[in-house]
Every structure is written in C-alpha cells, then in structure tokens.
C-alpha cells in the first residue's frame, strides 16, 4: 500500500493506543525481521534478563552481532508523573547492556553489540540526556515514533491497513458479488434465461466435497505397512482442520473449483456478519493477477481487491487481522499460469504471505496434471481432489437451471444415469449444467442430442471455458475441434487408444501445413494437451481421457461414404451415433444403410440393427415416419437373428439363458426410440399374430414390448402383453427384467414403478425357474473361467425368493 495516503496524526495515535504486548510483538518484532535481522528467540537462551527481545545479524566483515531490543508504552519524558517509567527503563536498560546473551547452536555469550529502546510515543530531549549521562554507554540508541513511523512505511507499510477499517462494507460486497455473479460464465448464452444465480449462492447451492488419500492411523499410530486411507470432507471443512493452513483443490475443468471457492468467501461473509468482533475477510484473486502483479505484494492485491469490491478507500482488515489469522487468500486456477516458472513465482509469493502471517489459510485451485504437482512449492500444500457428483445433485443442477420449465425430477435424473452409465462418463457441474441448456430429455432417448451434449462441451474444454473467465486462448476453438477431429478419427481407423506424442503432433503439423500454418503447430499442440482436459499424456504417448471422447471425435469426423464399412462394427457403434448427431436431419441416410444392411448376413443385420437404433435416437430431427419405420425395421431384424444368434454357436447352446440375455441386452437400448403418442398406440393397435413363422412372430411382439418398456409406456406394454404366451419362454424373462430394471435400477416416477411392478407380477410365476437355471449357468461359466481356483457360488436367498 501507499503509506502516504494514511495521515501521520492517525498512524502517532495507532501505536499510542496499542498496549505494550502488541506494540513489542505486532509492531517491533515484524519491522526488525523485515529489516534483515534474525529473530533471537530461535538463538537465546530462556534465561536472558533486561530485554524483550534479541536479535542476531552480522556486520560487513561477518562478525556476530546481538541487539537487544527494550520496549515502552506511550510516552517517554521527565515529568513528575513519567519519571518513574524512565527510572524503570534505565534499571532494565543497565541490566541489558550488562548481560551477555546466549547463541544455542554457536557455543558463544556475546554482550549486545546495540540495545536500542523502542516507544510507541514520543521520548523528549530530557528523557535522552538523563538516560545517556546516566548509562554512559556508546551502544544505547533510542527509537521513539518518529523514528518508527518513516521505517514501518519502507519496510513494513501493511501496518497501517485498517487504522479506520470500515468492515461491513466489504463483507456485504462479497455477498454482493457471488449472490449477483453467475458461476456459469461459459454456459450462459446456452441457457433458457439471463438470469442465472450462482452456484456457490446457499439457496442453490450442490454441496461439493473433496477427499485425499491420508496414511492409515490405528489408535493414534501408524498402521503397519503405511496403509492408506481415504479422508473426505465437505469444501466448507478445509478451512476448519486444525494445523492446516494452505491447501491446495485439484480437480477437471469443470469440476466446480471456482465454486468451491466462491462457496468459501460466501459463507465466510455471511458468519462474520452476523458477529460483533473476530470478523474474517475472504479475498478472491486469481492466479494469473498474482503472476502478473510485477513488485507488488499479495497484501498489496488484496488491498486493491478489498478497493474494487467495495468502491472506498478504507481497507477492511487490518495488520491484527493478518497477524491473527482472520485474512482468508482465495487463489483460483494455478494452472492459467501457463508458464512453469510463473507458477512457480505464484507459489513462492504465496509461500512469503505465509511465512510473515503464518495464520492466515491460503486455498489455491487448480486443474489437476502432474504438471501442477510437480511444481515447485506444491508439495507444501495439502493437496485435495474434488469428487464427483452424484445423479442427486446432477439433477437438482438441471432443476435449476431449468426452473420454470415443467421438469419431471425423475425424467431428469433417468437421463443423467444413462448418460453416466450407458455412455461411460463422471457428472461433473459443467458437464451437467451444459446438459441441462442444451438437452429436451422427457423421452427415452439415449439423450437425443448426445452430439450436441459433447459438442458444447468439448468446446468449452478447448476454448470457450477458459475464454469466458478472462484467459485468452491464442488458437479459435473450430480449428482445435477440426485437429481433434482428424486425431480422433486415425486412432479409431486403427482401432488403437494411444499414439505417441511425435505422430500426435505429426498429424496437426500436417492439417496445419496444408492450411499454410505450419508456424502454429508447436502452440496449438501445448493448448491441446495441457488446456483442454481432453487427454491423459506422458512419455509413453497420448490418448484422449475416456474413449467416448475419441469416439465423439471419430464420429463427426468419419466421411459419409465410410459408413457401410464400419456400421456392423461395435468398434465403431458408438461413433456412428456421434456422426448421426452431428447430422441429425439426413433421414434418407437411414434408408441407404437399411438397404445395405438387408443385403448382408443375418448377424451383420443384427448389428446394424443396433447401430441403427442408436443412430436413429441421435437424429433428433429425423422426420418422425423415419423413426417409426427404422423401429419396426429394428425389431424385424432381431427377430430374424433370434435363431441364428441363440443356435448357431455350440458354447452358447450349452448355455442357452446367458446367450439369451447377451441377446436382451444387446438390443435393449436400441429400442429405446421416442415416439409419438399416436405410434405408440399403432404399435398395439396393429398387432396382428395370423401368419408368418410363429417363433418369430412371438419375437417380434416381445421386442415390441421391451420398446414400450424402455420409452416409459407401460400401460401400452401391459396391453400387449395380454394373452402373450410364448412357446419360448425365456421371453417372458427379458419381460421380467425389464420391469425389474425399471423399479430397481432406473430413476422413475412412483407411478411408472407401480406399473412395472403389476406387469412383472403377471410373469414372475413363469420367469422365476428360468432365474435358478440362469443362477446355474453363471455358477457353471464362472468355474469354467477361473483356472483351478474353483469356487462356487450359491444363491441369494432373495434370488431364490425371486
């Protein structure tokens, strides 16, 4: 801070007020130090008399020197009423000069090379000459406010901070600031509506927590073997664990780390406005401000901080509230300090708060690589990780950000677990809240718009996240989105998970090349690896984070023409439905590849199928008869394979229940299309049973049923159902099923549990013996796989009730 903006009668009446506890101890002992000498009390003994404190520095010629330093109150003069405290200080001054002092560690008694009385006021003319003539001795000094005043502002101005705090101000402006400032900066212009509140706000608010692996204690010791244990906490906990004063928050983009921090200054305002003293002070900076802050100090931004929130000159907290640990430094998103050696200054300049105020908690934030880790000064942080959020917050995110909508919590939490468990990704606040804008999800599709879901979400990944939080990405997210594609679609081709660094930068440098812009290879390649969160890297090569990002990429990147030769592939499945979702209008596509596909064998069909009715979920501007007649297509073709799937391989016939189910379940999902109310009902209505091969024709009724079941219409289903007695019973198994699936493992209305209960009670009778014979084949298979460690396996008793 400018030490001249504070008046020199209010710093003369800030260290007259101060008791002579505080003054030796908050205002001496900080401006010796920052002068360059040693704090005595790490080298002296306990015993020392005459002083309140010694220090130790060396002269030019490095000679051991010790200062002992005598501290008063108030003023110093040879009034009647004053001249017994300059009796007093001579006594303690005599006794000071006289007394050799200790240094642990050098074996050595030195007597002080300088005893200097320091006052908090004045000490006048008088006052000197007596104690000069008295002690005669060439080592005493005297330092009285006038000599403090001009030191403290050069080395030590942070002294003067709050000598007239205005604190409520403040509080009440980061209350302000989070309550009014969206959390969702990159999201915004996705959502329904402008106004968006904060994440970090109570009244909308998804409690994250953080965990860290801690050795293993067993009754205060240490376990045996340095076992590790797993410790998790809310994010408001990191800043109540005793001893614990820096901590360092690691998790994805996304992941909900300038929420974690925002929820830190949030509540910590809230509390200190509700009290009468020991106030706290949440300051919030960004990294990037620290490294970019040239000589000035963390205090100094943090001052200017306190400035801009509040709009007033005053600074809120004061030197005590460094001192005594009630200033909270928030430091958001380390690894925007793209440099390693800036954040390692970060750190550093950090690590200089914390040595002068070592009470004061610093938190930093930071996307989670080796590279954060491995920087120098992180190691003294306890390091946490953010957990992943659970299908219960996930939809409490997508209420909220669909509020005023009429939004079904059970259809949103229905489609956020398939969204998790079909496709094979962690919820994160990003991810779902980009979801939410972005997604219609009251049907059964598996979403709808997956594409799009990935497409706005990777975009923020490789541009538009760092972008709305005030980092400028030097390459435009399309052209990264068109290099990955590129990537993604070479890796697939081969069907190989990782490359090596140099083929990974071998392919940009030649899409860039052939663009004339071979020069940006090198920068476009770092902001790929490092920024995007997309890729997981070392020295043995690259791969993208989970397969689904390679596949999303592969997807949208793969040529029309290439499509026949890759859609009976499950290899490519998933990126076949990327590909429909980034063309989600081309319906005379699906009677190209239908036509292809009726052209092949009976298990390519199959395949196809069930590629197909994936793909066709993803179009979601496919004209509706499309969808219609690619489902009844669908269920034909399952039916055609039944016998050639169930029959055609010898291990499978030996145990005909789990091929059957590997049958259900592989074409479960693919039926999972959204119709209209209207075809749901044609469905029903136009069933007909005359003709045809009667195995296949009960087939085709069943999937017709697993359809209804998986779009949610279970009145439809249990209308279908009526007089369904199939020869091969095992169908009325996959019926069973379902309905267990949607009471137990999907997130469904009561109403729709209360159907699939009734329609599974009607076949439960016939599906329970065909539950004990599957139990057999698994218990069978199991012994077959596990090489001479046999072991069997009995039957839940609730299985047996089944």
């Known amino acids: 801070m400018d030490p001249e903006l504070v008046p020199l009668t209010k710093k003369y ?57 005598q501290t008063k109150r108030g003023r110093l003069n040879m009034a009647s009423d004053a001249k017994a405290n300059v009796v007093t200080a001579e006594t303690q001054l005599r006794t000071a000069l006289k007394t050799k002092v200790t240094i642990l560690g050098k074996r050595q008694r030195l007597l002080p090379s300088k005893v200097i009385l320091c006052v908090s006021g004045s000490i006048n003319a008088a006052a000197r000459d007596y104690l000069h003539e008295t002690l005669d ?14 030191a403290i502002d050069e080395v030590y101005p942070e002294l003067w901070l709050g000598i007239d705090p205005d604190i409520y101000p403040y509080l009440r402006a980061v209350k302000r600031d989070v309550e009014s400032a969206s959390d969702m900066l990159a999201v915004v212009d996705l959502l329904p509506n402008a106004s968006v509140s904060p994440a970090a706000k109570t009244d909308y608010y998804v409690p994250l927590r953080l965990y860290r692996l801690v050795e293993g204690k067993h009754k205060g010791r240490t376990r045996r073997g340095g076992l590790a244990s797993m410790e998790e906490i809310p994010v408001e906990g990191v800043l109540k664990k005793r001893g614990q004063r820096r901590a360092l928050i690691m998790g994805g983009a996304g992941s909900g780390k300038s929420t974690a921090l925002k929820r830190l200054a949030y509540v910590t305002a809230t509390a200190s406005l509700s009290r009468d003293a020991n106030h706290e002070f949440p300051i919030m900076l960004r990294a990037t401000q620290v490294a970019g802050a040239g000589a000035m100090s963390v205090v100094d931004l943090a001052q200017r901080e306190t400035r801009r929130l509040t709009g007033r000159e005053k600074v ?297 009715g994936l793909a066709v979920q993803a179009s979601y501007l496919v004209e509706g008869g499309i969808k219609t007649s690619m489902l009844y297509w669908i269920v034909k073709t399952f039916a055609a394979a039944k016998r050639e799937l169930l029959e055609g391989d010898k291990w499978i016939r030996s145990k005909p229940l789990l091929g059957y189910i590997a049958y259900y379940l592989s074409g479960k999902e693919s039926v999972a299309v959204a119709l209209s109310p209207a075809e749901r009902t044609r469905l029903v209505d136009e069933w007909a049973e005359a003709g045809g091969d ?15 079941q998986e779009m949610g219409a279970l009145a439809q289903a249990e209308e279908l159902m009526r007089g ?79």
């Not at 009446?13 to 001496?28: P, T, Y």
């Not at 009667?694 to 209804?708: G, H």
């Not at 014979?773 to 001479?788: A, D, F, H, N």
Request: aromatic share 8%; charged share 30%.
């Open 13 to 69: 009446r800030f260290l007259g007020a101060m008791d002579e506890d505080r003054f030796r101890d908050h205002v001496v002992r900080p401006l010796f130090l920052r002068k360059g000498l040693k704090d005595g009390r790490d080298l002296c003994g306990p015993q020392e008399q005459g002083k309140d404190a010694v220090f130790v520095t060396e002269d030019p010629f490095g000679t051991m020197e010790v200062w002992a330093v």
């Open 137 to 150: 001795d060439a080592r005493l000094m005297f330092m009285d406010r006038d000599d403090l005043v001009p």
């Open 316 to 612: 809120p907290f004061t030197a005590m509230d460094l001192i005594e640990g009630r200033v909270i430094f928030l430091i958001d998103a380390l690894d925007e300090v793209s440099m390693p050696e800036a954040r390692k200054t970060v750190l550093g300049r950090l690590s200089e708060v914390h040595n002068q105020y070592p009470e004061c908690p610093i938190i930093v934030t930071a996307r989670d690589s080796a590279e954060i880790r491995a920087t120098a000064g992180a190691a003294e942080y306890v390091q946490y990780s953010i957990s992943a959020i659970s299908l219960k917050q996930a939809a409490q995110i997508v209420a909220y950000v669909k509020r005023g909508a009429k939004v079904g919590t059970e259809d949103a939490e229905e489609v956020l677990r398939r969204l998790q468990e079909v496709h094979g990704i962690d919820l994160n606040p990003l991810l779902v809240t980009v979801f939410a804008a972005t997604s219609e999800y009251c049907g059964r599709d598996v979403p709808a718009n997956i594409t799009e879901l990935f497409k706005k979400y990777t975009e923020m990944m490789i541009g538009r996240w760092d972008a709305s939080k005030g980092l400028a990405q030097q390459y435009q997210a399309p052209m990264k989105d068109f290099l990955l594609r590129q990537v993604g679609l070479r890796m697939h081709r081969r069907k190989s998970v990782r490359i090596s660094r140099e083929e990974f930068e071998a392919i940009v440098r030649e899409e860039l090349s052939r663009r004339d812009r071979h020069e940006e290879v090198r920068g476009v390649v770092e902001e790929l690896l490092t920024r995007s969160g997309l890729f997981r890297w070392d020295d043995g090569g690259v791969e993208f984070r989970h397969l689904l990002l390679q596949e999303f990429f592969a997807g949208r990147g793969v040529p029309r023409a290439e499509l026949t030769s890759v859609l009976a592939d499950p290899w490519w499945r998933r990126a076949v439905v990327f590909y429909f979702g980034e063309h989600p209008d081309e319906s005379e596509l699906f009677e190209e590849l239908r036509t292809w596909a009726e052209g092949q064998d009976i298990r390519t069909q199959f395949e196809a199928a069930i590629s197909l």
């Open 694 to 708: 009667k195995s296949r024709v009960e087939t085709e009724r069943f999937w017709r049923i697993v359809a209804l």
């Open 724 to 802: 369904f007695a199939p020869k091969d019973r095992r169908l009325l198994l996959g019926v069973f099923l379902g309905c267990v699936f949607i009471q137990r493992l999907r997130v469904t209305r009561p109403e729709e549990r209360r159907r699939a209960k009734h329609l599974g009670d009607r076949v439960a009778g016939k599906a329970r013996p065909l539950i004990r014979q599957l139990v057999e084949e698994l218990q069978s298979t199991i012994l077959e796989l596990r090489k001479g460690k046999i072991a069997a396996i009995e039957l839940p008793a609730e299985a047996e009730a089944e």
